[in-house]
């Protein structure tokens, strides 16, 4: 009988006998709050949200509303009905990158993006949209100005990762995206990291579609996500579908929210981001950037103390920003064996490989290591975790110089 099969409906969470440290992946576990509003929500109101008149109905489509202007306000928006809903940040990539390509089209994008940004521009490349790829410097920062060099009248698009997954480095947009908005071109901003590290403005960072995912630092459920669209900005449907509006209609409707949403929302998902959001809202998002952070460094300071490890772009630059990622390898070994250690000798979570990144591997030439160890901090950690995440890596690193017969 598998794990799943076993699970009783009041089992707590497993993280009571590991150290979670895969928050980059996904923040785990979740707060109670999550947890109980979406199972009392879904009980009481788990109807289809705006299909029809009767009471749990509205109650349900309120939910989502409001959700909607809770989330519009988080990522500084000013029209809740250009805040829509999928299924996560590579979801609403798609809608945006798609959206606004066209062959013939010119693109800026670094090196840095997830594939679920990196897959949709190399799909489109094949079709004929030409994209200029911008590299990070030592630190694993772009230049916001090398991106602006690259602006061309036929730019539609340009896609940055605001902070990276692989290395934590948080780039500084405002510069691009105030290019961006005097040419008229959208910058496509993946917030996936940072929403619910860092305090996001649409308009500080002039971003043309800011695209979030719900289940990392916004505390909710996987499955549910969306984008912000500024009302300056357009996009193309590439889907079309029912949205329990005008059904008699041929075509899918043009108007926002509908616009970029297909089917039957994501119900349970958006209960369980509404509790998350409010959730970092009290705890206030730089207390939770401040905790983690600290942890970072101890982990940091740690690791880099320990011969035969290896840490990439962890070095804090002055006036600029991070987030609590930290990837390393370990001399000697390979970062699959390492994250295989850390779990079954040590109990400790983290993810190894390339982390749906491939581009910033082969900048780190980590891709010739199949990747690296890769430890995400989240709310809950704290010091005698990390303490021990250091000292189970001091171990391994042990093992590799001894592999190595003892050379550093
Ligand atoms: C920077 C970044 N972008 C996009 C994504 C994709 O998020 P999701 O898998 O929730 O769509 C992730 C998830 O790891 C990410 O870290």
């Not at 009905?81 to 994008?109: C, K, S």
């Not at 911008?134 to 060099?149: E, F, L, N, R, S």
């Not at 840490?311 to 390979?334: H, K, T």
């Not at 891709?367 to 250091?390: C, M, Q, W, Y």
């Amino acid at each position: 009988m598998s794990r799943t099969d076993e699970c009783p409906a009041s089992a707590g969470p497993d993280s009571a006998s590991m150290i979670y440290l895969d928050n980059g992946a996904t923040s785990f576990p979740k707060p109670d709050e999550v947890y109980r509003f979406m199972d009392s929500f879904y009980r009481r109101y788990g109807v289809n949200p705006g299909r029809s008149g009767y009471d749990l109905c509205i109650e349900s489509g309120d939910l989502v509303e409001s959700t909607r202007k809770l989330l519009c306000g988080f990522l500084g928006g000013t029209d809740p009905n250009r805040l829509v809903f999928g299924y996560n940040a590579t979801d609403a990539l798609n809608l945006a990158i798609f959206g606004l390509l066209r062959p013939g089209d010119h693109a800026v994008t670094t090196h840095l993006e997830h594939n679920s940004s990196l897959r949709p521009l190399w799909h489109l490349e094949q079709e004929g949209v030409a994209v200029d790829w911008v590299d990070c410097d030592a630190h694993g920062y772009v230049d916001p100005q090398a991106m602006i060099a690259r602006l061309r009248p036929e730019t539609r698009a340009v896609v940055v990762n605001h902070g990276s997954n692989v290395i934590g480095t948080v780039q500084d947009v405002a510069p691009v995206g105030r290019a961006c908005r005097e040419r008229g071109i959208p910058l496509v901003l993946d917030v996936s990291q940072t929403a619910g590290m860092l305090p996001l403005d649409m308009e500080q960072l002039g971003a043309g579609v800011i695209c979030f995912t719900g289940h990392k630092s916004l505390m909710g459920p996987m499955g549910i996500g969306g984008m912000y669209v500024h009302p300056d900005v357009e996009l193309r449907q590439t889907r079309a579908g029912g949205t329990g509006v005008r059904s008699a209609q041929r075509h899918h409707l043009e108007e926002y929210p509908y616009r970029m949403e297909y089917g039957t929302p994501n119900l349970p998902g958006i209960a369980g981001l509404n509790a998350g959001v409010k959730w970092v809202q009290q705890r206030g998002v730089a207390a939770i950037h401040e905790h983690e952070m600290d942890l970072w460094r101890r982990l940091r300071d740690g690791l880099r103390a320990i011969e035969g490890v290896t840490l990439y772009c962890a070095d804090e630059v002055p006036g600029r920003q991070r987030i609590s990622v930290l990837s390393f390898n370990v001399a000697g070994m390979v970062a699959g064996d390492v994250g295989t250690m850390l779990d079954v000798d040590h109990g400790i979570a983290c993810r190894t490989g390339l982390h749906c990144a491939p581009m910033i591997h082969e900048h780190l030439g980590t891709d010739k290591l199949h990747g690296s160890v890769r430890f995400g901090v989240g709310p809950f950690n704290t010091g005698a975790e990390i303490d021990t995440a250091v000292r189970a890596v001091g171990e391994i690193a042990e093992l590799g110089r001894g592999r190595r017969g003892g050379a550093a």
